[in-house]
C-alpha cells in the first residue's frame, strides 16, 4: 500500500462527487466586480466510520485523523480505542499503528499534523505507561510504512504543535519546556510559549500570542540558531481584540480584528473585520461585500498573486444558523464558495449545508513537482456531522472537501 502518492478523486468511488466537473458556475457577484479567473467549485464528501478529530491536511489532500477503534470497522494493532490514522486522497484510511515496524512498544493516539512529504506528529503511548507521549512519522523508502522517531522524555507528559516542510516539530513538555526538535535531531529550546513555527533558510520563525494589557493581541517571534528568542512584531496591538490568527509556511498571516466604535444609544459597538499581514508588518484590510457577514475565521495560504495573498474566510448566518465560506482572490471582490458552483452542485451543497463545520483547513495548490502552483485556487478541508447519530458519542460523519475545478 502506498501510503503518500498524488491522486485524482474524480475517478474512486469513495469520494461521492456532487455535480459535473465542467458545468460552468453560477457567479453572484456585484456587477461591478469581477468573477474568479477560470474557476468553478465542486463539493466532494468521503465517510469514515468512527472518526472522531481532523487535525490537519497537507497540501496533496492527506488528512490527519483519530477514529474510534471499536467503530472503525477495521483491525488495528492497537490495545487503545483511540487510534493515530491518515485519509488519502483516494478515501483510504491508513491506521498508523499498522504501518510502524513491528515490535515498536507503542499505541499510536492521535495524528496532529501532517506535512508535505508525509511525515506526520503526534502523541501516543510507549510500552503502556499511559503518559502522552510525542512521535514523529517519516514514510520510509519504499513508501509502505513509516519510521518511527520518538520525540518524548521518559516520565514527562509530551504534545506537539506543529510541523514544517523539513521535517522540524515544536514539541511542549508538561513541565513548562518547549523545544524545537530539528529533523538533524538536535534541539532548540524554547522560552516563550508559540502556537506555530516554521523554518526560512538558515533562520526559525516562532509565532506566539500573549496577553498585552487588558486586550489580547498577537506577536511574531523569531527564534535565532544560538537559541535567543524576542518580539520580531506586534500584529495590529491597537486593535480593541486580534484573534483566530492564522499563519502560512511563507510567513503571512490573517486574522479577525475587533475595534471599538462610538456608542450608539448609549451602548458601545463593535467592529469586526478580516486583515492579512506580510513578514515585514504591513497590513492590508479585506473588504468584504455587505452581502457578507463576518464570521469567525480567516486563513491564507502561500499562494501569493501579484504580492497579495489568498485569503480565505467564514461567514456566520444567523437565520438559519450555519457557517459558510468566502474566497478572496487577489485583485477580485471575495465571494461565497456556493455562488461559484454550477446550480446543480449548489443545491447538493445546500442540502449538505447544515452537516457541515465549514471553518476547515485550508491547502496550498501545488504543482507536481512540489512548488506552489501560482495559478491556482485552494481547497477547503472540513468535517461533516453524521445524520441520525444515535450513539451519543462525538462523532462525525467524514471529511467533505470544497476544490476548484478548471474550465
Not at 493516539?109 to 502522552?132: F, S
Not at 533562520?203 to 535567543?228: C, I, V
Request: glycine share 10%; hydrophobic share 40%.
Amino acid at each position: 500500500m502506498v501510503i503518500h502518492s498524488g491522486h485524482n478523486r474524480d475517478h474512486d468511488p469513495r469520494w461521492h462527487r456532487v455535480g459535473s466537473k465542467r458545468q460552468k458556475a453560477r457567479r453572484r457577484s456585484a456587477a461591478s466586480a469581477p468573477p474568479l479567473p477560470g474557476f468553478n467549485y465542486r463539493f466532494d464528501f468521503v465517510s469514515v466510520a468512527g472518526l472522531t478529530e481532523f487535525s490537519d491536511v497537507n497540501d496533496l489532500g492527506f488528512c490527519a485523523i483519530r477514529v474510534r477503534v471499536d467503530l472503525s470497522g477495521q483491525q488495528i494493532a492497537t490495545v487503545e480505542n483511540r487510534a493515530a490514522a491518515v485519509l488519502t486522497p483516494d478515501g483510504q484510511v491508513l491506521n498508523l499503528d499498522n504501518l510502524i515496524p513491528a515490535g515498536e512498544p507503542w499505541d499510536l493516539l492521535r495524528a496532529a499534523r501532517i506535512n508535505n512529504r508525509g511525515q506526520v506528529i503526534g502523541i501516543g503511548i510507549k510500552n503502556g505507561v499511559r503518559i502522552a507521549r510525542p512521535f514523529l512519522l517519516t514514510p520510509n523508502a519504499t513508501l509502505t510504512g513509516y519510521d518511527l522517531t520518538d520525540l518524548g522524555v521518559d516520565g514527562v507528559s509530551g504534545s506537539v504543535s506543529s510541523l514544517n516542510e523539513q521535517g522540524d516539530a515544536l514539541v511542549y513538555f508538561g513541565d513548562g519546556s518547549r523545544v524545537i526538535r530539528f529533523a538533524d535531531g538536535t534541539t532548540l529550546p524554547v522560552g516563550l510559549d508559540g502556537t506555530g513555527y516554521e523554518h526560512f533558510g538558515s533562520t526559525q520563525m516562532l509565532f506566539g500570542r500573549f496577553a498585552d494589557g487588558l486586550y489580547p493581541s498577537t506577536r511574531f517571534l523569531k527564534a535565532e540558531l544560538n537559541g535567543n528568542v524576542y518580539p520580531l512584531r506586534f500584529i495590529a496591538s491597537n486593535a480593541y481584540n486580534h484573534w483566530n490568527v492564522e499563519v502560512a509556511e511563507n510567513g503571512y498571516s490573517a486574522a479577525l480584528e475587533q475595534v471599538p466604535t462610538v456608542k450608539v444609544k448609549g451602548a458601545n459597538r463593535r467592529m469586526d473585520y478580516f486583515v492579512t499581514h506580510d513578514p515585514w508588518g504591513n497590513v492590508t484590510k479585506i473588504d468584504l461585500p455587505a452581502s457578507i457577514e463576518p464570521g469567525f475565521f480567516v486563513k491564507v495560504n502561500s499562494q501569493i498573486v501579484g504580492g497579495v495573498p489568498l485569503a480565505v474566510g467564514t461567514e456566520l448566518n444567523s437565520n438559519p444558523i450555519h457557517i459558510m465560506s468566502w474566497i478572496r482572490f487577489p485583485g477580485f471582490v471575495a465571494c461565497r464558495f456556493r455562488d461559484l458552483m454550477a446550480p446543480a452542485m449548489q443545491q447538493q451543497y445546500d442540502e449538505a449545508l447544515p452537516n457541515l463545520y465549514e471553518s476547515g483547513m485550508l491547502t496550498t495548490p501545488r504543482n507536481l513537482d512540489g512548488s506552489i502552483n501560482h495559478a491556482g485556487a485552494p481547497s477547503i478541508f472540513g468535517l461533516a456531522y453524521p445524520e441520525g447519530n444515535t450513539t451519543g458519542l462525538p462523532l462525525y460523519g467524514g471529511i467533505y472537501v470544497l476544490s476548484p475545478t478548471l474550465d
